[in-house]
């Protein structure tokens, strides 16, 4: 596996967890909120504190990436073709976002519904990152990329680990059902993951060389981190419904939990990281050029 | 938009990487940078007879690229700040006063062309040695060909002198519309059959 | 950029990155070259030079053109001479040739005389000014001298330059001031094809000129590579011509060569060691379907059936008896060959007819399935192919043999080395058997001038070679030899680079290259021409010419006036470059003149191509060969009369060799090993060349099918091995090798770690001292070992 990826493995993981948190903590946590009346206590900016924390990580490794990083505000310059000068735009846009509602929320604690807004549009802008970062991949020149799997994946990493991750706050003002929906989440994605395994390896194997040679690369080069990565997703699976069904409606007796979510957590970030090692391992030309 | 092209006739070329280093020569390059690279495509089935003896079926021939200087180059349109450019004559040339180094056009180009030189974290490239060509001599591969297997000239020219095949196995669908002219090695016919690839990787690629 | 801007993006890029500068060659000035001055004067100091390559043996002769600015040579390209037309090519560089920056400003070259302060092979050693490196020198030599005879000295064979006042000539000629030495004949290139040809033609000019291969219309290139070991520059370019004018051609190799790749309409996969037995069965398909030529066989061979064997020999086995196996029983139809040579039998069939019926066209051999066990049948084996087709003296045609060119074979050195009181020649090969057994030699060794040596060799001045460690076979043995120094008393090698016989020195000596010195070079084998070599650049560090060397012990010893003739290395070569206007090239403009001209090269168009035999094809009585006959022998006398029929057959047999899949040692070792001249190398030469590595890297190159019964895959590190040695290197799975069957490119430089292991693949590990019968030649091509996977 190429060192050089690592930056890339933390960049794309680290904004599609950002993404991931403000989308689910749109859709799950406020908006089910939204028409009860409840004030958000400070833990919910922490969130945002959060995804933003992810987002800087995120684009600091973007730049430990590049050979060159001096020149990087030059790389703005190509929106006309680029699809790496769009992500870049992007991930600048969805940052300052994501910052100024962050700020807003510290600032004005009180205002926070009336802000939900600004989270919206936050979380859409998220959504279209992740679009535009797949995109960046989607060339015919890597054939093992080129295919409608590569969204599908950063889009379910982006779910699984920001659900995962909220499951573990313990959001016990949002409702019981907001809570099961994320354990849901924490069981599904890696299931589906799981599923869509067999269907990406047979897609490989039947299209062409370089495709073929992807396979070789994972059964063979890189047998550990495959098995590696099923085994934690049958790890995240059952954290996962340990923790579903540690979800009481009794929001005191909620720290049970803690752990189990904390494993499941734990358990989607290794499979995650090593999903996407996985991928870069996957950056092959067609054919050997 | 592109002018000049490469030929490179496969069914003389020798695989000698000649051109290789005499690419390497004129734009000093570190091991591991090649602007220019040899590939050698080989496949066979062999079978032992009942006498005893060997039969195979093998075809195996070499192909020497540079950058192909693409009509739509897909290298161009990735990079995101224009230092991967197309002259107005066609050449496809990286500035490194603003290359960034996210070696991107490398993912994006189909042959392998673009070169990341670690130590100045920058691409480089084929520039087809256009200081030469702008004094009317040759570049430094294709006077260098021991074999005189390699040419270049307007495209126009080429394809008159060449036929227009920008392909051979297994090289992908020229979507990018390489300036690279093939003469087809005859063996080339049967080498989907026998499942040929490039067997020389590691004097292609630096798979770290 | 300057000087001052290179040294200046050292220091920046050193310090700024903090980091080491890990190829730093292209700052030659920076790792302490001698930059800055004006070459050597009568040349421009900076801009484009004319030069021929510093060629070593590489069976080549290019031009280079290097640029030098500010005393270091920058760029380097090649001839582009306006034409390029089959009677005057350009003589393009191959990727060595283009390489050459990198071993010229390589960080490893050696910089003063060492003298050995460890155990001999150990590699340690101190430093040493010139005076006192070669006032130890001359005192060993006039020590041993005095002790031992002159009988006791040897230079040994060392190909590592032919630039013609370099190398081990001006040492050869420093000996024979000082009383002489001992002498060798024949070489490892071609010691059973230079031995047999004549037994057959009596004669070694036995080729066409190379532009007649324009003329044939089926070529046979058995054995021979030109692609990869060059065999005349541009030899695989008019193989290509030739095909444009309509010549199929058939390739016979155990590998599929870059030659079989892009020369060949087929490849025909041969098993090592058995081309005789596909030779013989060719003959026969001929016999009996009567494809030969009968009027030619008659009237100008000797031996080809009963009917025409020599006077008193009559009932001894003729050729067709050979083939019919009217003495053995077997007859050696393609059914007989196939299980021997892998080849099957109908392939053998068509080729037999192909070649007896296209005509006219050649056989060519190559050299290294005669460095093998009874290297010499073969040989003789392609010449009866040739000449019983009828493709002797014509257009077209081939006689086959070492096949130098009519109007004489290169010069290769005519560095006048002057005369050798020492009367007694060994055999190139044997000078290990000369150490350990001198004195007990004899004829039967191949031992010439006198029936005894005096001495076994005590002293060892070995010159552009590194034949000591690293190119002989069994070059394990050798290390045990040349470690005792008990026997060679005392060593100097002259090299530019710590190579693993320098090693072995007791004294190294440091020579610049041929950019630093004077010189001049003509074709290897082929070509019409001479190239001269002017000092483009200043010899870097201490170091300094061979002829410089040997003036200053010529000076030490006595002999300085006679050995320079009041000579500098510009003196020689204009001396020189005059004699080749005397001999040669009467055409040749002055020194001088050519000098300023900057033209590098000066040769002469062949537009009407000689060739070997017409006058003897048009009047085989008028104009007989000078074999004893007269006449082409397939039956040989001579050979007869050495008595010895299993080894020396007088027709041309094929012969299991000792070491053979088919004999007991398979069971334990059942891969044939072949060493063959690789792209990356002129044999040890430019080992350690980055740029080469990369394009050619040392591997073991073996068949799907062998790395699949021993679990290899691509670029698994690999122990190959036999009782001689262990080797490991990375290997190659690759189709293009009959199974059975694995390369070892040959020359890689011998680092053999504390388990003896030698971790860079040198195949002489493995290869064995074992001689050849008839010509005690090298048969280091012979060699079975195993292969497994290696650990780490
Ligand atoms: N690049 C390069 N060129 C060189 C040299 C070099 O070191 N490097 N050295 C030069 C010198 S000094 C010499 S003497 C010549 C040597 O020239 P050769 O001796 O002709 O070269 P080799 O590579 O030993 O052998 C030529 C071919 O013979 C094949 N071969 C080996 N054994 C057999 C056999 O039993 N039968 C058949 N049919 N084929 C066999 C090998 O696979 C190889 O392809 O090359 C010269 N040219
Ligand atoms: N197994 C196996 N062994 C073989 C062969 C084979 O086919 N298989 N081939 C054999 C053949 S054909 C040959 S010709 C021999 C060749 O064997 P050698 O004649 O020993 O040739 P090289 O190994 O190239 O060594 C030449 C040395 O000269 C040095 N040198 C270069 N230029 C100069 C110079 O100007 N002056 C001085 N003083 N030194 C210089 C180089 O650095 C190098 O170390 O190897 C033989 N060995
Ligand atoms: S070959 Fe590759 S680098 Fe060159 S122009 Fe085409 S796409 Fe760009
Ligand atoms: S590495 Fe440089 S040239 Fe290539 S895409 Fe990035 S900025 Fe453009
Ligand atoms: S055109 Fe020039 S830069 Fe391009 S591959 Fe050839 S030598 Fe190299
Ligand atoms: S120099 Fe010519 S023959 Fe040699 S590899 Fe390059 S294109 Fe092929
Ligand atoms: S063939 Fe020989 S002389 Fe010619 S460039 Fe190569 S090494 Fe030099
Ligand atoms: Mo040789």
New interface residues.
């Given amino acids: 596996m190429k060192s050089s990826e690592w930056p890339l493995v933390i960049f794309t993981l680290a904004m599609q967890l950002s993404v991931g948190i403000m989308l689910i903590y749109d859709l799950f946590i406020l908006f089910p909120l939204y028409r009860s009346r409840v004030a958000l206590p400070m833990k919910y900016h922490w969130i945002l504190l959060i995804a933003l924390l992810a987002a800087i990580i995120g684009v600091i490794f973007s730049f430990l990436h590049l050979g060159n990083p001096a020149n990087a505000p030059r790389s703005l310059s190509n929106i006309g073709t680029s699809w790496l000068s769009r992500e870049i735009s992007g991930v600048l846009i969805y940052s300052s976002l994501l910052l100024v509602t962050t700020i807003l929320h510290f600032v004005m604690p009180s205002a926070g519904r009336s802000l939900k807004w600004l989270i919206d549009i936050t979380a859409v802008a998220g959504i279209i990152l992740i679009f535009i970062m797949s995109r960046i991949y989607m060339i015919p020149a890597r054939p093992t990329w080129n295919t409608f799997f590569t969204p599908l994946g950063f889009y379910m990493a982006a779910i699984v680990m920001g659900a995962s991750l909220l499951l573990l706050f313990q959001i016990n003002q949002g409702s019981w059902a907001s809570q099961k929906s994320l354990a849901v989440l924490t069981i599904s994605i890696p299931v589906i993951q799981l599923a869509l395994l067999p269907v990406y390896m047979s897609w490989l194997s039947q299209s062409g060389i370089a495709s073929g040679q992807g396979l070789t690369i994972l059964l063979q080069n890189h047998m550990i981190a495959f098995y590696l990565r099923l085994i934690l997703y049958l790890l995240a699976i059952a954290f996962g419904f340990w923790a579903f069904f540690s979800i009481r409606s009794d929001t005191t007796q909620n720290r049970l939990l803690f752990t189990p979510a904390l494993l499941a957590w734990a358990a989607i970030l290794a499979a995650q990281i090593i999903d996407r090692l996985l991928f870069y391992a996957q950056n092959i030309s067609p054919d050997g050029f | 938009m592109s002018t000049f092209g490469f030929f490179c006739d496969t ?8 051109c ?3 690419c ?3 734009n ?1 390059l ?3 940078i ?1 602007f220019r690279r ?2 050698e495509v ?3 089935n ?1 079978n ?2 009942e ?6 079926d ?1 075809v ?3 192909l020497s ?1 540079g950058c192909n200087h693409c009509e739509d180059p ?1 290298c ?8 991967m450019h197309a002259e107005s004559d066609g050449m496809i040339l990286v500035d490194s ?8 056009c490398e ?6 062309s673009p070169q ?8 480089q490239k084929c520039d087809f040695c256009r200081d030469y060509i702008l004094e009317g001599k040759q570049p ?1 591969c294709v ?6 297997a390699l040419e270049f000239g307007q495209i126009g020219q080429l394809i008159e002198k060449h036929g227009d095949n920008r392909t051979i196995y ?3 669908d020229p ?1 990018t519309k390489p300036a690279l002219f093939i003469r087809k090695h005859p063996g080339a016919r049967f080498a989907r059959k026998l499942n040929a ?9 630096n798979e ?1 | 950029m300057g000087k001052q801007n290179r040294r200046e993006f050292i220091r920046k890029s050193a310090v700024a990155g903090g980091m080491v500068i890990s190829s730093p060659v292209w700052f030659p000035d920076a790792l302490g070259f001698n930059p800055g001055q004006a070459v050597a004067p009568g040349l421009a100091k900076n801009g484009w030079i004319r030069v021929g390559c510093p060629a070593h043996n590489c069976g080549g002769r290019c031009l280079l053109k290097v640029l030098v600015d500010d005393g270091i040579i920058t760029r380097i390209e090649t001839d582009d001479r306006p034409g390029d037309t089959p009677a005057d090519p350009q003589l393009r560089a191959c990727i060595r040739g283009r390489s050459y920056r990198r071993r010229q400003y390589h960080p490893d070259r050696l910089k003063t005389p060492l003298v050995r302060t460890g155990k001999r092979g150990e590699g340690k050693f101190r430093e040493a000014t010139w005076d006192e490196a070669l006032g130890i020198m001359a005192a060993e030599m006039l020590r041993i001298r005095s002790k031992y005879g002159n009988e006791s000295m040897f230079v040994p064979y060392g190909t590592g330059s032919y630039s013609h006042l370099n190398g081990r000539w001006p040492a050869a000629r420093l000996m024979n001031f000082i009383g002489g030495a001992l002498d060798y004949y024949n070489s490892y290139s071609w010691a059973c094809i230079s031995k047999a040809t004549p037994t057959v033609y009596g004669t070694g000019i036995t080729g066409n000129q190379r532009q007649d291969w324009l003329n044939s219309k089926y070529i046979l290139m058995w054995g021979w590579n030109p692609a990869e070991m060059r065999d005349g520059t541009n030899s695989d370019y008019f193989i290509k011509k030739a095909r444009e004018n309509g010549a199929r051609v058939v390739c016979i190799d155990p590998r599929m060569t870059f030659s079989a790749v892009s020369l060949a309409d087929e490849w025909i996969s041969i098993r090592p060691g058995t081309d005789t037995a596909m030779m013989s069965a060719m003959a026969y398909v001929m016999v009996m379907e009567k494809l030969y030529d009968i009027d030619f066989v008659r009237t100008h061979c000797l031996g080809f059936d009963s009917t025409q064997m020599p006077k008193g020999l009559e009932n001894e086995e003729s050729y067709v008896d050979y083939l019919l196996g009217k003495f053995d029983g077997q007859p050696k139809s393609p059914k007989w060959a196939a299980p021997i040579t892998g080849v099957p039998s109908e392939t053998i069939t068509r080729i037999a007819r192909e070649y007896a019926t296209t005509k006219p066209a050649m056989l060519y051999q190559g050299y290294g399935m005669q460095r093998r066990a009874y290297g010499e049948q073969p040989v003789r084996g392609g010449c009866v192919l040739a000449a019983i087709t009828g493709n002797v003296g014509i257009h077209g045609g081939w006689a086959s043999g070492i096949a130098h060119q009519p109007g004489g074979e290169p010069f290769w050195s005519i560095f006048p080395t002057g005369t050798n009181n020492v009367q007694a020649r060994i055999p190139t090969f044997l000078w290990t058997e000369a150490i350990i057994r001198g004195t007990t030699l004899t004829a039967k060794e191949g031992l010439t001038g006198v029936e005894k040596l005096n001495s076994n060799i005590k002293f060892i001045w070995s010159v552009a070679s590194n034949i000591l460690m690293n190119q002989h076979g069994n070059i394990n043995r050798s290390g045990r030899i040349l470690e005792n120094e008990s026997l060679v008393e005392f060593i100097v090698v002259q090299d530019q680079f710590m190579t693993s016989s320098a090693k072995y020195a007791d004294l190294v000596l440091p020579v610049c290259t041929h950019f630093e010195t004077w010189g001049l070079e003509d074709g290897w084998k082929y070509g019409e021409e001479v190239i001269l070599m002017p000092q483009v650049v200043q010899p870097a560090f201490q170091s300094k010419s061979d002829y410089r060397i040997c003036a200053d012990l010529a000076a030490k010893l006595g002999v300085y006036d006679a050995f320079t003739e009041g000579l500098d290395e510009k003196g020689w070569t204009h001396k020189l470059w005059d004699q080749y206007r005397e001999t040669r090239f009467h055409n040749l403009p002055p020194f001088e003149k050519f000098l300023e001209s900057n033209q590098g090269v000066y040769s002469v168009p062949v537009f009407n191509p000689k060739i070997s035999f017409q006058e003897f094809r048009n009047d085989p009585i008028g104009h007989p060969l000078q074999t004893p006959s007269g006449k082409i022998e397939i039956f040989s006398e001579t050979l007869f009369q050495m008595g010895n029929p299993n080894e020396i057959p007088a027709v041309p047999k094929y012969i299991q060799e000792w070491e053979s899949p088919f004999g007991p040692e398979a069971s334990s070792y059942p891969l044939q090993a072949i060493g063959p001249h690789y792209m990356a190398r002129v044999h040890s030469t430019h080992d350690n060349v980055d740029w080469l590595k990369e394009a050619f890297p040392q591997r073991v190159f073996i068949n799907p099918i062998d790395a699949n019964s021993r679990d290899l895959t691509d670029g698994d590190r690999v122990l190959v091995f036999n009782e001689r040695g262990k080797i490991s290197l990375p290997c190659r799975v690759t189709p293009r090798i009959m199974p059975g069957v694995v390369a070892v490119p040959q020359g890689a430089w011998s680092m053999p770690g504390p388990d003896g292991i030698d971790t860079n693949g040198n195949i002489n590990a493995l290869s064995s001292e074992r001689w050849t019968p008839l010509a005690f030649g090298n048969a280091q091509h012979t060699i079975m070992v195993e292969i497994k996977k290696a650990r780490t």
């Fill in positions: 069914s003389a070329c020798s695989g000698c990487k000649t290789q280093v005499a390497k020569d004129k000093n570190e091991p591991g090649r040899v590939y080989a496949g066979a062999w032992k007879t006498e005893g003896a060997w039969e195979h093998i195996a021939y070499n690229i897909a161009v349109k990735a990079c995101p700040t224009k230092a006063k603003i290359c960034i180094g996210c070696r991107y993912w994006a180009c189909p042959y392998g990341y030189n670690e130590q100045k974290g920058i691409m430094a006077a260098s060909c021991p074999m005189r297994p090289m992908p979507i690839s490039i067997i020389n990787r590691e004097e292609v690629r770290k």
